[in-house]
């Protein structure tokens, strides 16, 4: 909230200085007058712990003089150590109260769900170890502090310590990068195994400031593209002199199936962009001349996502989280994940992406675009 205001109070002063040049120098003195007040700020409180410090001095000194105990400074300080350390360990407490309900939503899909173990499994070792060694340095310091009637130990090394303290994180550092290592391949390195139904193929390319999204049509098969025929009507640049383009359908939403393998194939046309989808803990860039692709099945569809959260206003998103430009922020498309038996029927629906004015224009090409015997029999059987 307070970071959404922050950039809209940016956005409001950015257009300021894009209306009127003058108010750059306005702009410029107002941060000046921010810098000396908080060096005035700093240099003040500098002063008073000075007076404050120089005050007891001299408490300290009269103490001494009449023949009494001066302040136990190490006593102090010890205290302070501990004071430290319990608002510290309540700031802790309080802040994940209150921006812990800020991370990522449940993940809805298949490799989301691993992924989230691994976070959470790092999450809790960090926090473990972060509460011991926070307690046992303030509580060190306060319970060795300077007493006069207590000697200290000199104690110049430690093999056994050493070993466990190096050990220790060693083999749990270990763990965790390799199981990282091995989930993440699992991940990326997918290829579609014998026997198992085919991915769903869907083409995604990014450019200032949208996404294209293809779908194959009844082959399930997408056509190739070449960039040299990317035309104002021609906006992908499809190859119509591969058969497996003629039915290939262009997209306003991606509508995924529930349960299904979904490859992702993933380009960009201009800056790099990058494909986004946190609920599917789905994100890899898409750049210009080097294809990228992303496979996941999703668990959930929309409509339990809102039965689930109790909010019929939810949707998934697919966002550009590269910041590519004046509209990056514009850059997102409706995600729904929907049933086999809807994804049928919304697939049916959708325009081809072979239109009658590229179709003219391929026929002035000398191209005749016309459909494999394939594709003939499967779309008479649909
Ligand atoms: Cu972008």
Known sequence: MASSTLLMAQAASSNATATSGGD?????????????????????????????????KVYDLTLQIQGKKGTDW???????????????????????????????????????????????TTFGITVIVFFATQILLFGFAYRYRHQDNRKASYVPHNNTI???????????????????????????????????????????????????????????????????????TNVLGVNYKDRNSFDDLHADTLVIPKGKSVRLNIIAQDVIHSVYMPNFRVQINAVPGLPTYFKFTPTKTTDEMRRDLDDQTFDYHLYCNKICGGSHYNMQKLVRVVTQEEYQTWLAHQKPYLTDQLKKELKFAGINPQPSQEQVRLALNN
């Open 24 to 56: 750059l120098s306005a702009q410029t003195a107002g941060m000046w007058t921010t810098v000396a007040y908080y060096t005035v700020l700093i240099v003040l409180a500098g002063v008073i712990i000075g007076i404050v410090g120089k005050i007891l």
């Open 74 to 120: 190490n006593k102090i300080m010890g205290i302070c150590f501990v004071v430290f350390l319990v608002l510290g360990l309540v700031g802790v407490y309080y802040s994940f109260s209150v921006q812990g309900s800020m991370i990522l939503p449940a993940a809805s899909s298949v490799h989301g769900a691993t992924l989230d173990t691994m976070f959470w």
């Open 162 to 232: 050493e070993k466990i303290w190096t050990i220790a994180p060693a083999i749990v550092l270990t763990i965790l990068v390799v199981f990282g290592f091995l989930t993440w391949r699992q991940i990326t390195n997918t290829v579609d195994a014998k026997g198992e139904p085919a991915s769903l193929q869907v083409d995604l390319t990014g450019h200032q400031f949208a996404w294209e999204i293809r779908y194959p049509g009844h082959d399930g098969k997408l056509g190739l593209k070449d960039y040299k025929l990317v035309s104002g």
